[in-house]
């Protein structure tokens, strides 16, 4: 079965600083992966996924996450964070056996200015 | 703007009551899938809908009915309300392949008294 494992609940960083948002998962075979932000009393939004290809994936808002298959990890990167990208962010897998998204229990993310 | 809809934002209801959460997406998606959000558990996957005319229990079933009703539209049913679905419900679709990642609704904020 696949899951998602967001070890951190929270995350804070001073504005300007790198952001990283961590995310672990188990697959029984390639993983598709996605990652998600919700701002307060909102749906979540897509920011990014990985399919294939190049591990550094480049995403909406500035973000990227670089895949790694040997430590399976898809950590969720800024290099500047900004105030507003203070949210909740999710790390969601998919795997070929199983067209549904499992998603992790979510990190919130607060940037302090 | 095209997406996915929820109705109502907001509901108070009183333990044994019921009702239902209504959801229509105008994306042409196959796939739509409704998520419970509680603090501290991440998404939990209720009911899914693989195509039109079918429907699946996902991890937290109990207590729910869902109608796939055409393409567009897939509601949840509460028969008899319970304190313990007080949640934050969100629906969501997807194309369904493998590659695709989920659109989701803005939420309905629900609280059982």
């Known amino acids: 079965a696949q899951s998602v494992a967001q070890p951190e609940d929270q995350v804070n960083v001073a504005e300007g600083n790198p952001l990283t948002v961590k995310c672990t998962y188990s697959v029984s075979g390639n993983p598709y992966l996605f990652w998600y932000v919700q701002y307060p009393n909102r749906g979540l939004q897509f920011l990014l996924k990985?399919?294939?290809?190049?591990?550094l994936v480049k995403g909406s808002y500035g973000f990227e996450a670089e895949f790694n298959k040997s430590q399976t990890s898809f950590h969720l990167k800024k290099p500047s964070a900004l105030v507003s990208d203070s949210a909740l962010y999710f790390c969601a897998v998919r795997d070929i056996n199983d067209y549904k998204l499992s998603f992790g229990a979510g990190t919130t993310v607060t940037v302090r200015a | 703007n095209a997406g996915v809809t929820q109705t109502p934002k907001f509901q108070v209801l009183k333990t044994g009551q019921s009702m239902t959460l209504q959801c229509a997406q105008d994306m042409n998606h196959n796939s739509m899938y409704w998520y419970r959000q509680d603090p501290g558990m991440g998404l939990r996957l209720i009911y899914y809908?693989?195509?039109?005319?079918?429907?699946d229990k996902g991890e937290v079933p109990n207590g729910y009915n869902v109608s796939r009703l055409n393409k567009r539209e897939f509601s949840l049913r509460l028969e008899s309300a319970a304190p313990s679905q007080t949640s934050v419900y969100f629906c969501a679709s997807s194309e369904g392949g493998l590659f695709y990642g989920y659109t989701f609704g803005s939420g309905t904020r629900l609280t059982v008294v």
């Open positions: 990985y399919i294939t290809g190049d591990n």
């Open positions: 809908s693989a195509s039109e005319g079918t429907t």
